[in-house]
């Protein structure tokens, strides 16, 4: 299926793929460091294993930047 | 408000865009703005606020320059090296612009005396360098009102927002402080100093933007950008039903003081 992860297209093979194995796949070093958007929609950090991804979706990682120092 | 000689040959060059005009330089020079943090955000963003004549300029910051600090934080200079920042930012805005009236908040922020410093102005400017301190910002400016910019840098990257009542707040991206150690931090990852002056000037073109009241602030989006790659993108979003402080039903109903910082490895001052 082709998603699209931070605006840009990506074929990925896995089938009932999670936003937690999405993560994974992504690379993102802790789920802990992101916010995630679904179309538009935060997932709750809880839900990240519950919550699916299928063809054509549009996920958004957002993370956290702290400093200003 | 007239305008004297003076102000409009140092503001020429505002009045001259159609979209300032002598109106937009005029609200510009009844503004009042808060810089909490004069470190890496708030230097710059102190800078072009004096340049711009905003009219008052609140400074919190409860640190001293650090010889470590210059390298980025461009209001201070290395004769200022154990002075406090408030003192020496100050100094700086008085000297670009004698017209800037200048409030020093010599403190951080917490829980019961965020609440009186922002009370009187129009604009707030997030510049500090922890969790606590930005969610404790987003959580006093929702509860008040009060419409304000988000900055975070790291290594080559920056992301801005700004929260204006009624719109999407910082919480409705991020609902909480991060684990401790889960996010490094500036002084363990590092930060390019020009990535900084590119986020604060960001921050200060918001607050000018929102005094003139004109163009398309960073309201219900992030821009987020990669300064190692120099690509910009940003992401939209909506407010988040179950926001914990401007959701449907929020859980922080008063203000409370996060754990420890996750981005502070200095004394507290």
Avoid: W
Wanted: charged share 25%; aromatic share 6%.
């Amino acid at each position: 299926m082709k998603i699209k992860i931070n605006g840009r297209e990506q074929e990925v093979s896995v089938t009932d793929l999670s936003i937690a194995g999405l993560l994974k796949i992504a690379k993102v070093e802790s789920a802990e460091m992101v916010s995630v958007q679904l179309n538009g929609c935060f997932v709750d950090k809880a839900d990240t294993d519950k919550t699916f991804v299928k063809d054509s979706d549009e996920v958004d990682f957002l993370y956290f930047m702290g400093g200003g120092v | 408000m007239n305008l004297s000689e003076e102000q409009i040959e140092r503001y020429s060059r505002h009045i001259i865009l159609s979209e300032v005009g002598v109106e937009g330089q005029e609200r510009i020079l009844a503004g009042k703005a808060l810089i909490i943090g004069l470190g890496g955000l708030g230097s710059p963003a102190a800078l072009y606020l004096a340049a711009a004549g905003v009219r008052t300029i609140g400074l919190v910051d409860g640190d001293n320059v650090e010889l470590s600090n210059l390298q980025r934080q461009v209001i201070h200079f290395s004769p200022d090296v154990g002075k406090p920042k408030v003192i020496s930012a100050q100094e700086k805005i008085k000297a670009i612009n004698p017209d800037v009236k200048v409030s020093t908040y010599q403190e951080r922020v917490y829980a019961d005396n965020i609440r009186d410093i922002i009370k009187e102005y129009d604009f707030i400017i997030d510049g500090t360098d922890n969790f606590a301190a930005k969610f404790l910002i987003n959580d006093a400016c929702v509860l008040a009102a009060k419409p304000f910019s988000h900055g975070g840098i790291l290594r080559f990257d920056g992301q801005a927002m700004t929260y204006k009542p009624g719109e999407a707040c910082y919480r409705c991206v991020f609902t909480a402080p991060p684990p401790k150690g889960a996010v490094p931090t500036c002084s363990q990852a590092g930060i390019l100093g020009a990535v900084a002056g590119m986020l604060g000037t960001i921050q200060a073109a918001e607050c000018l933007r929102f005094l003139i009241g004109k163009g398309d602030l960073l309201v219900n989006r992030m821009l987020i950008f990669d300064a190692l790659r120099m690509k910009f993108r940003e992401v939209a979003f909506k407010r988040n039903p179950s926001c914990p402080i401007c959701g449907k039903n929020p859980s922080i109903k008063e203000l409370r003081d996060e754990e420890e910082p996750a981005c502070d490895l200095k004394k507290k001052a």
